[in-house]
């Protein structure tokens, strides 16, 4: 079956512990992306990939960090998360860029105390 | 920076009308732009990409865009229970700026 794989679903964590969340596309997508969503505030791209080590930043990407080793992988890395961190994240993939479908994980919920 | 606005609703409509969802953009040179649906607790799905002026349509689903006025627009006709759900305005190429999104409450 297509699909994006996130983990964890959901997590819990403290202030300043560095915590990474996975996410894995069996689809050979070129085009990677991360995005969080806020009440009000809608879906913002953190980062996107347009092929295996070509990363960009998106709109809000401070205090995040990402990496393209492999295509199909594309995990998304808090060093120091801060509470305002809180928030409902997805990955996308996509075939070509962010013109073609997107295809979203199932979310990943993060609470940062 | 990019911006997308949408109003935020709810959108209320009775079964079987016409539901109307708005979205303007700031960035003139914008070229590809789209609707995604995202049901409560559930991923953003797509349901229609546009690119040039005019109408483009799909089933019940109808785009449409006008660069001069900055403006995208969603017709869903004869609009179901099942069509409730946040609709989500995007604009760009390598990378999409999302809108806050309208919610849209279709009434049996």
């Known amino acids: 079956e297509a699909q994006v794989t996130q983990n964890p679903r959901y997590l819990i964590t403290v202030t300043g512990k560095k915590l990474t969340v996975t996410c894995s596309q069996n689809?050979?997508?070129?085009?990677m992306s991360w995005y969080r969503q806020d009440p009000g505030l809608g879906l913002r791209q953190i980062y996107y990939?347009?092929?295996?080590?070509?990363?960009d930043k998106g709109d809000v990407p401070e205090g995040y960090k990402v990496s393209r080793k492999e295509k199909r992988n594309f995990p998304l890395i808090l060093e120091s998360p801060s509470p305002n961190q809180t928030s409902l994240y997805f990955c996308?993939?996509?075939?070509?860029?962010?013109?073609?479908?997107?295809?979203f994980g199932p979310g990943t919920r993060l609470l940062v105390l | 920076q990019k911006e997308v606005e949408q109003n935020s609703g709810p959108l209320s409509v009775p079964e079987g009308a016409i539901a109307s969802l708005n979205c303007t953009y700031s960035?003139?040179?914008?070229?590809?732009f789209f609707w995604y649906r995202q049901y409560s607790g559930k991923s953003p799905e797509l349901i229609m990409s546009?690119?040039?002026?005019g109408d483009k349509e799909d089933g019940r689903f109808t785009a449409q865009l006008n660069k001069a006025s900055q403006y995208v627009s969603l017709l869903i006709r004869d609009s179901q229970p099942s069509d409730s759900a946040t609709y989500l305005c995007?604009?760009?190429?390598?990378?999409?700026?999302f809108g806050s999104g309208t919610r849209l409450q279709v009434q049996p």
């Open positions: 996308a993939s996509s075939a070509g860029t962010a013109q073609e479908t997107q295809y």
């Open positions: 990939s347009m092929n295996v080590e070509v990363t």
């Open positions: 546009i690119y040039s002026n």
């Open positions: 689809m050979n997508h070129e085009y």
């Open positions: 960035d003139r040179g914008s070229q590809s």
């Open positions: 995007a604009v760009g190429e390598r990378a999409l700026t």
